[in-house]
């Protein structure tokens, strides 16, 4: 039995990778801008990684949604997964994704994310 040559199997691998990623990148995803005057959250270490989650297909009654990663949120003293999921975008507006920051007097902020009007100005 002979075995195929280096580049055939080259290639066929760089279809798989270049197919997938094809597929990936169809997944519509929301504006996103920044938190404009919020009130973080301090929490007294970073969140966990985020989970990786399978994104299905739109449902049929939401024309135009958009999928929203999931994220870690802080809840009373815990970081808690909120799963992601299809939502409609805000009209006009904008999704500040989830965000934890280092403040200048060492703390961590966390801003969760969040659909902001975009008429506010910085």
């Known amino acids: 039995m002979k075995l195929p040559r280096l580049p055939v199997v080259s290639a066929i691998l760089l279809a798989l990778c270049v197919s997938g990623c094809a597929v990936a990148s169809i997944v519509p995803g929301p504006k996103t801008g920044p ?3 919020e009130e973080p959250v301090l929490v ?5 990684a985020a989970r990786v989650e399978v994104v299905g297909t739109a449902p ?3 024309k135009d949604a958009v999928w929203i990663d999931g994220e870690w949120l802080w809840k009373a003293r815990r970081w808690v997964w ?8 805000l009209p006009g507006g904008y999704y500040a994704p ?3 920051v280092r ?3 060492g703390a961590l902020a966390h801003y969760a994310g ?4 975009g008429t506010k100005k910085e």
């Open 82 to 89: 909120q799963g992601g999921h299809w939502d409609l975008p």
């Open 60 to 62: 049929a009654n939401l």
């Open 35 to 37: 938190h404009i005057d």
């Open 114 to 117: 969040a659909w902001k009007d």
């Open 103 to 105: 403040l200048s007097d």
């Open 44 to 48: 007294p270490y970073p969140a966990p």
């Open 98 to 100: 989830p965000t934890t």
